[in-house]
T-cell receptor, first 116, second 113 residues
Framework: AQKITQTQPGMFVQEKEAVTLDCTYD???????LFWYKQPSSGEMIFLIY??????QNATEGRYSLNFQKARKSANLVISASQLGDSAMYFC?????????????FGAGTRLAVHP | DVKVTQSSRYLVKRTGEKVFLECVQD?????MFWYRQDPGLGLRLIYF???????EKGDIPEGYSVSREKKERFSLILESASTNQTSMYLC????????????FGQGTRLTVV
């Protein structure tokens, strides 16, 4: 069965430093996609970054990068130069199955606190 | 700007009541989803729909039903609310295409007393 594991319930980082949020996944599919979402205290889920299983380069979006290690089945999110506004819950997710349905399975999340 | 709108931010209902959670998207997306979010469990898929009048069960459909009469609207129905359905409910939509992101509503925090 497909599964996403986020082993860090909570993390903290000093402002302006980089932080890595861990995500490991389990799937027998050859084609899959990995997503990271941010959920501030207001509740909405904000899409951050996507990595396809066949992408050879690690995905980057501004201060966010995804450290994709396919053999280890890990897809860690790296946030560079942390800002106070980065304090939020972060969820790793994987597309389940194919065919355009885009069902996602989510990890339990990591709560990040950025300290001034 | 893309938008998924859920009808309520907060709801309090009594045990046994029939509860409707409404979701509307303005992006002409084929796929719509209802997730439930609980601490330590992340988001779990209740139901999804890939077309009008089409619906598929997710991982935790028991106690819920859905309706999609129009492309832009996807309703979650709790037939007889119970206290273990107290949770945050999130609606999402996406294109019917692999590996495109889902857009989420602001969530509805439902309390069943």
């Amino acid at each position: 069965a497909q599964k996403i594991t986020q082993t860090q319930p909570g993390m903290f980082v000093q402002e302006k430093e980089a932080v890595t949020l861990d995500c490991t996944y389990d799937t027998s599919d050859q084609s899959y996609g990995l997503f990271w979402y941010k959920q501030p205290s207001s509740g909405e889920m904000i899409f951050l970054i996507y990595q396809g299983s066949y992408d050879e380069q690690n995905a980057t979006e501004g201060r966010y990068s995804l450290n994709f290690q396919k053999a280890r089945k890990s897809a860690n999110l790296v946030i560079s130069a942390s800002q106070l506004g980065d304090s939020a819950m972060y969820f790793c997710a994987m597309r389940e199955g194919g065919g355009g349905y885009n069902k996602l399975i989510f990890g339990a999340g990591t709560r990040l606190a950025v300290h001034p | 700007d893309v938008k998924v709108t859920q009808s309520s931010r907060y709801l309090v209902k009594r045990t046994g009541e029939k509860v409707f959670l409404e979701c509307v998207q303005d992006m002409d997306h084929e796929n719509m989803f209802w997730y439930r979010q609980d601490p330590g469990l992340g988001l779990r898929l209740i139901y999804f729909s890939y077309d009008v009048k089409m619906k598929e069960k997710g991982d935790i459909p028991e106690g819920y039903s859905v309706s999609r009469e129009k492309k832009e609207r996807f309703s979650l129905i709790l037939e007889s609310a119970s206290t273990n359905q107290t949770s945050m409910y999130l609606c999402a939509s996406s294109l019917f295409a692999e590996n495109t992101e889902a857009f989420f509503g602001q969530g509805t925090r439902l309390t069943v007393v």
